[in-house]
């Protein structure tokens, strides 16, 4: 059974950088991709980046390109976001999720089956 455990989220002050975790169990390969969302009350959810467990391909959002960092432990089965440079705007929850296939150069929620619980990031001003 897929797991999907996200950490690391807390309170900053923007300019501040935070990291998150992603922490993946139940898969039995490594061709697989891992997604990170973030939701806003009354906002759709924003697929923000992503990476290929594999091949470690990556996307961004414009939104946090130039901020954001998404890597892999594929020992550990973890995948990182690195936030730097924090706005309030970046305030939402942010959730791990999990598809199969590659890495790709765009996300798509609908193609996510694996969701973890979410983790609150606020960025105070």
């Known amino acids: 059974q897929v797991q999907l455990v996200e950490s690391g989220g807390g309170l900053v002050q923007a300019g501040d950088s935070l990291r998150l975790s992603c922490a993946a169990s139940g898969f039995t390969h490594d061709y697989y991709a891992i997604g990170w969302f973030r939701q806003t009350p009354g906002k759709e959810r924003e697929g923000v980046a992503c990476?290929?467990?594999?091949?470690?391909?990556?996307y961004y959002a414009d939104s946090v390109k130039g901020r954001f960092t998404i890597s892999r432990d594929s020992a550990k089965n973890t995948v990182y976001l690195q936030m730097s440079s924090l706005k309030p705007e970046d305030t939402a929850v942010y959730y791990c999720?999990?598809?199969w296939g590659p890495g790709s150069s765009y996300i798509a929620e609908s193609t996510y089956r694996h969701w973890g619980q979410g983790t609150q990031v606020t960025v105070s001003s």
């Open positions: 999720a999990a598809r």
């Open positions: 990476i290929g467990m594999r091949d470690g391909s990556t």
